[in-house]
C-alpha cells in the first residue's frame, strides 16, 4: 500500500503535465459557453413539446364532446 501510494506521488509530481491558468481559464470558458448552449437547446426541446402536448390534449378533448 505503500509503495502504491509513493508511485502515485511520484507519477503526479513528475510524470503529469499540468495546464497553465491562461489554459485553464480557457477551457473553463469553452466548457460556460456549451453548457448554456445545452441549456438553451433543452429548454426548447421543452417547450415545443409542451405546446404540442398541448395541442394533442385540446384537440383529442374538443373529439369527445
Not at 497553465?20 to 437547446?41: E, G, K, N
Amino acid at each position: 500500500m505503500f509503495n502504491y501510494i509513493k508511485e502515485s506521488y511520484n507519477e503526479l509530481v513528475n510524470k503529469v503535465t499540468w495546464p497553465s491558468f491562461p489554459q485553464l481559464q480557457s477551457s473553463t470558458i469553452v466548457v460556460m459557453v456549451a453548457s448554456a448552449i445545452f441549456a438553451v437547446v433543452v429548454l426548447a426541446m421543452d417547450l415545443t413539446f409542451e405546446n404540442v402536448m398541448e395541442f394533442i390534449y385540446e384537440t383529442l378533448g374538443h373529439l369527445g364532446r
